[in-house]
């Protein structure tokens, strides 16, 4: 499980890497914000497109595979990503680090395999707790690597990011063990329930339409993905421009605020998801979040622009969106039958990915062209959506209900 959780590490630390010096990088290549929030966005649809497809591959061929070759992709993408001297070979580096990000779906299956229904939560809270810790490491790596001497360089954040790619091909090669069910030469042990019942689907044998349209709630509960990525997406892709625009701050000290806003991500999922999950559950912790990340977007927009603002308002944006990630993922699962977990969270991990392609380029517009803290709009009418979701869930939530 510590390895499993490294892979999500990986992931974050190297897609925070460039957020802290994208203002400063993307204008010396001739760029704008436009062009720096499409950096984050091109990662994304690639995650987007790849997500599902390594989903379904670790159903197939096993977890343990299918992360050593995401990790292997991601050694080379950070290489190319280091050594890249125009905006063009940034865009194809990170497209290329998108198309290996979709491993997430992979380490969510894996975790899924090795918990049962009650644990489920409180599992995704730990992958929320890495993911939130990588944030932290990852524009903190960055804007110290990648500023020195008054000047910006992605060379030293990039390499780092490759020699910790490789390092997790390596523990997940020789350390990691199998969960998969279809995978495990052991699986005769777990009962009589995991010896391969005919009548359950195949591994990796459910389509995309299987999945999304089943029902309608289910589609909903698919939808939710997207919009919880799109405010999320926004809220950090939007920070360093906003804290270049506001305070004239440089590329080390909003690495410094966004590994605060890391810090407190890794927090809440490590601290309170599991026990938000056990009192409220999943579908009233997410209502409950978007209360706080509302209350965090009033702050920043109509709140004196000060440093302190920021360093309170951002983790309440943040803090409240990330209990998402993890309630939307734990709903999935608990609704997916175990043989099809890799399919059905790599969806859900494309389409986070979708949402996070739509939310930079909007907050890049938005933010070239009007007020800076009006992408937060934005970012609060998608707590307000998934707020609502969240009550008409609670509203239906009975056994007989749940599909």
């Not at 760029?31 to 690639?46: C, F």
């Not at 790849?50 to 050694?75: C, N, Q």
């Not at 605060?260 to 009192?279: D, E, K, N, S």
């Not at 739509?358 to 009007?370: D, I, K, M, Q, R």
Request: net charge neutral; glycine share 14%; hydrophobic share 50%.
């Amino acid at each position: 499980m510590p390895v499993i959780l490294f892979a999500v590490f990986i992931d974050l630390v190297g897609f925070g890497l460039i957020v802290p010096i994208l203002p400063f990088l993307t204008m010396a290549y001739g760029g704008d914000a436009l062009s720096g929030t499409a950096l984050i966005s091109i990662y994304s649809l690639m995650t987007f497109l790849s997500g599902p497809f390594w989903g379904r591959l670790s159903d197939k061929i096993g977890r343990r595979p299918a992360l050593a070759l995401t990790f292997a992709g991601g050694t080379l993408s950070y290489l190319t990503l280091a050594f890249s001297d125009s905006l063009a070979m940034l865009f194809f580096a990170r497209a290329m680090s998108g198309a290996m990000a979709g491993n997430i779906g992979v380490v969510m299956a894996a975790m899924a395999d090795m918990t049962d229904a009650e644990n489920r939560g409180r599992a995704m809270g730990w992958i929320g707790g890495v993911f939130g810790l990588g944030f932290a490491v990852g524009p903190g790596l960055g804007g110290w690597l990648g500023t020195g001497d008054g000047t910006v360089s992605i060379l030293l954040p990039g390499l780092v990011a490759a020699g910790l790619a490789f390092t997790a091909m390596l523990l997940t090669f020789f350390f990691v063990p199998e969960t998969s069910p279809g995978h495990v030469a052991s699986a005769a042990s777990r009962g009589q329930e995991d010896t391969g019942d005919s009548s359950e689907p195949a591994p990796g044998s459910l389509s995309r339409r299987d999945l999304l349209f089943k029902s309608p709630w289910r589609f909903l509960l698919f939808l939710m993905f997207v919009v919880t990525a799109i405010g999320q997406s926004i809220s950090f892709s939007i920070t360093p421009f906003w804290a270049e625009s506001t305070f004239g701050w440089t590329g080390s000290q909003v690495g410094v605020l966004l590994m605060a806003i890391g810090l407190c991500v890794a927090a809440v999922q490590t601290l309170a998801v599991g026990p938000l999950f056990r009192h409220l559950g999943e579908v009233r912790t997410i209502s409950l979040g978007s209360i706080v990340s509302i209350a965090g977007c009033g702050l920043i927009m109509f709140g004196p622009s000060t440093p302190l603002v920021a360093i309170l308002g951002f983790p309440l944006v943040m803090g409240g969106l990330t209990v998402a990630f993890p309630a939307l993922n734990s709903l999935v699962s608990l609704r997916t039958d175990r043989h099809n977990q890799g399919v059905a969270l790599g969806m859900s991990q494309g389409l986070s990915a979708l949402g996070r392609i739509v939310g930079p380029l909007s907050a890049g517009a938005v933010f070239s062209t009007s007020a800076p803290g009006l992408p937060f709009v934005i970012v609060a009418a998608t707590a307000v959506i998934a707020g609502g979701w969240a009550f008409a869930e609670w509203r239906r939530d009975t056994p007989e209900n749940r599909s």
